[in-house]
Structure formats: structure tokens, C-alpha cells
Nanobody, 127 residues
Framework: QVQLQESGGGLVQAGGSLRLSCAAS????????IGWFRQAPGKDQPSGKE?????????????YYANSVKGRFTISRDNVRNTVTLLMNNLKPEDTAVYYC???????????????WGQGTQVTVST
């Protein structure tokens, strides 16, 4: 099992930048695929857990991005420090959401594909 902790959220004006970090507790962190997801205000299913894919990075560093963030967000990982960073540039109001990092041993671009989740960090982009 791996425990994840996000940090770096906050309030920023449109066009600004934020850097989110996901710190993992486990030494075998390098064997996990790490994904970032977000849950926008009001996007609730009966389960209350509808989260949209944002970006993912595999063990070997292959990256994947949602079309809505491609060219603006960059995901990277440091397997020595057990962290994954999501650099978000040119932020837009529609990027406002709670951002979660997640881990799994296999590559997935969907919420259901990840077994381990952090608690989330709020990102708010003002106009």
C-alpha cells in the first residue's frame, strides 16, 4: 500500500501558475504509475466521486495529458524524493477544482484504474 499527500494548491488569478506536489510514503514509489485527477465544483455522481483525468506519468517517464490541459500542464517525477509534480501554467477559471494524485501499478487514464488516492488539494482560479 502507498500513502499519498498533495500540496501546493491555492488561489491564483487567470493566467497564473501553480505547482502541485504529490509525496508518497513508500520506497517502491518508482514502480507506480502516478496520475492527477480533478473534481470540479458541482460534479457529483451519486457516489460523490466523479474525478476527471488530468495527467499521468509511468514508471519510465511516459506522460499522458487530458486535451484540456495539454500544452499548459507538465507532469514530472523524482523517484529519489518519491514525489510527482504537476506544473500548471496559464491557468483558467475552468481549472478550478480539487486536485487529487493517485497511484497504481498499471497505466490507466480513468479514475477506476487507480487503487491509492491522496486527500486532495484545492485549486481556485479567479477571473
Amino acid at each position: 500500500q502507498v500513502q499519498l499527500q498533495e500540496s501546493g494548491g491555492g488561489l491564483v488569478q487567470a493566467g497564473g501558475s501553480l505547482r502541485l506536489s504529490c509525496a508518497a510514503s513508500r520506497r517502491s514509489f518508482s514502480s507506480y504509475v502516478i496520475g492527477w485527477f480533478r473534481q470540479a465544483p458541482g460534479k457529483d455522481q451519486p457516489s460523490g466521486k466523479e474525478r476527471d483525468f488530468v495527467a499521468a506519468i509511468t514508471r519510465t517517464g511516459t506522460t499522458y495529458y487530458a486535451n484540456s490541459v495539454k500544452g499548459r500542464f507538465t507532469i514530472s517525477r523524482d523517484n529519489v524524493r518519491n514525489t510527482v509534480t504537476l506544473l500548471m501554467n496559464n491557468l483558467k477559471p475552468e481549472d478550478t477544482a480539487v486536485y487529487y494524485c493517485a497511484a497504481d501499478e498499471t497505466t490507466s487514464l480513468t479514475q477506476a484504474g487507480y487503487d491509492f488516492w491522496g486527500q486532495g488539494t484545492q485549486v481556485t482560479v479567479s477571473t
